[in-house]
């Protein structure tokens, strides 16, 4: 049990007999009678988003999740393959749970599973991950003050807006929270 109070975004809870991940957290202290926490939760086996109060001194179970790092291999159908390179045990995710990061995948590559009772109900990407530019057009010189963009094609086949210096055969780091080129990797 852990109270109210002590919730941090990020947690997962155990909501209704369902895990829940806290996505945003808002402390409000009304000045009259106690103060609350303001709570957006993410239930992990449907994907919707609630809001719920709660009193500061309300206890509230933990969800008991084991995060688990995963290679992805392939997609077949509507399910995802990964496997766990330390025991080859695989698992397989719907593609609910991928969602929208489906753009970000690449074989091979290890990704955060989080299972709970043995079934993955939630995936993480990391924040920041690198492409190589298979597909660029290439820039006229004087060009890039302006700050403008191009569509380039990624490894994976995803496209990206870059800036006009991007090359093809390059190396860059895309935000996947946003989709945003961060910068050239070294």
């Excluded at 995060?67 to 609910?96: G, I």
């Excluded at 990391?126 to 010189?141: G, I, L, R, Y």
């Excluded at 490894?155 to 910068?183: H, S």
Aim: aromatic share 10%; hydrophobic share 35%.
């Amino acid at each position: 049990m852990i109270k109210a109070g002590s919730i941090t975004k990020g947690i997962f809870l155990q909501w209704q007999n369902e895990p829940v991940l806290v996505v945003d957290k808002e402390f409000y202290n009304p000045g009259k009678g106690s103060a609350v926490v303001r709570l957006k939760l993410k239930h992990l086996k449907t994907n919707l988003t609630t809001k719920e109060v709660l009193r500061t001194d309300e206890n509230v179970e933990e969800a008991e999740v084991n995060h688990q790092q995963a290679q992805f291999l392939y997609k077949a159908k509507e399910n995802f393959h990964f496997m766990d390179p330390r025991t080859y045990e695989q698992y397989e995710v719907p593609e609910s749970i991928i969602g929208e990061n489906e753009k970000f995948l690449k074989e091979g590559e290890e990704y955060l599973l989080i299972i709970w009772e043995n079934k993955v109900v939630a995936f993480v990407l990391p924040k920041k991950m690198v492409f190589t530019v298979t597909q660029a057009e290439s820039s006229v010189k004087g060009d890039t003050v302006t700050g403008a963009t191009k569509p380039v094609v990624l490894d994976n086949g995803t496209t990206a807006k870059v800036p006009l210096f991007v090359k093809e055969g390059e190396k860059i780091i895309i935000n996947t929270d946003t989709g945003e080129y961060v910068g050239r990797k070294n």
